[in-house]
């Protein structure tokens, strides 16, 4: 579902791959995009679940070698516009497609969030060092959209990067959802692809079975710690 050519595009634009020949800036991709859809929390963290399911990553797209050091050199050096450009590409694909929809996610906002302002800010400060609410508004916005818990770098091209490809996978899993006419909630459907990333099920057939009128109301019976 990935349209690698206009991937390419986005690295040879500026210059991405460039005497690059062992980890490639879609070795990368894939690797955020694993952590983004898994909610990874540090780079060891996405290393080390990546190495553990080693003789599945090459028929993934992973070809390059899959170490700490290489994605932390990948993050800050490879242009932080390869991704926010491949972003632009999916997001005017699923604006096409979600019409009459709303995805949940406001793509003008985001655009406009990541104002070089808003970024420079955010690698500067942390929302417990009394930094500036704007930053903290921005914090609490890619945190509940985006479910990014922690950032694998602290310069501003690695903050951009991961950022970007979270936009870039939340879009693409929405694009994927509408093309395969599946009756999920998109949040749903990020839940399900967290632990079944390395799946050969066809998502179609994976989804068949999936209630999506689930409400808390059918866990009546569960246990709860407080009464609230």
Same mark, same amino acid.
């Given at each position: 579902?990935?349209?690698?050519? @206009? =991937? ?5 634009? *500026? +210059?991405? %791959? $460039?005497?690059?020949?062992?980890? &490639?800036?879609?070795?990368? =991709? ?8 898994? *909610?990874?929390? &540090? ?9 553990? /399911?080693? &003789? ?19 993050? @800050? /050096?490879?242009?932080?516009?390869? $991704? ?21 996610? #406001?793509?003008?906002?985001?655009? *406009?969030?990541? %104002? ?22 921005? =914090? ?11 950032? +694998?770098?602290?310069? @501003?091209?690695? /903050? ?12 693409? /899993? ?12 998109? *949040? ?20 068949? #079975? ?19």
């Amino acid at each position: 579902m990935i349209p690698l050519h @206009e =991937f390419q595009k986005c690295v040879q634009r *500026y +210059y991405g %791959d $460039y005497k690059v020949r062992k980890y &490639s800036c879609l070795d990368q =991709f894939f690797c955020l995009a694993f952590a983004q859809l898994t *909610y990874r929390e &540090s780079l060891r963290d996405i290393v080390s679940c990546l190495k553990a /399911v080693k &003789s599945r990553l090459y028929h993934t797209g992973i070809r390059g070698r899959v170490s700490r050091n290489n994605l932390a050199n990948a993050n @800050e /050096v490879r242009d932080w516009r390869i $991704y926010a450009d491949f972003a632009q590409v999916l997001i005017a694909e699923a604006r096409r497609l979600y019409r009459e929809e709303d995805i949940g996610l #406001e793509l003008k906002n985001t655009v *406009y969030a990541f %104002d070089s302002t808003t970024i420079a800010c955010v690698c500067r400060f942390s929302p417990g060092l009394g930094s500036a609410n704007a930053v903290e508004l921005f =914090f609490h916005w890619i945190k509940q959209n985006l479910q990014i818990k922690s950032f +694998y770098g602290t310069s @501003e091209n690695a /903050v951009r990067t991961q950022i970007w490809v979270a936009i870039t996978v939340h879009v693409l /899993v929405a694009i994927i959802r509408k093309r395969l006419d599946l009756q999920v909630q998109l *949040y749903t459907f990020l839940q399900i692809l967290s632990f079944m990333a390395f799946e050969k099920t066809p998502l179609n057939q994976l989804l068949t #079975e999936t209630n999506d009128h689930e409400s808390m109301a059918d866990d009546r019976n569960q246990l709860l710690l407080f009464n609230l």
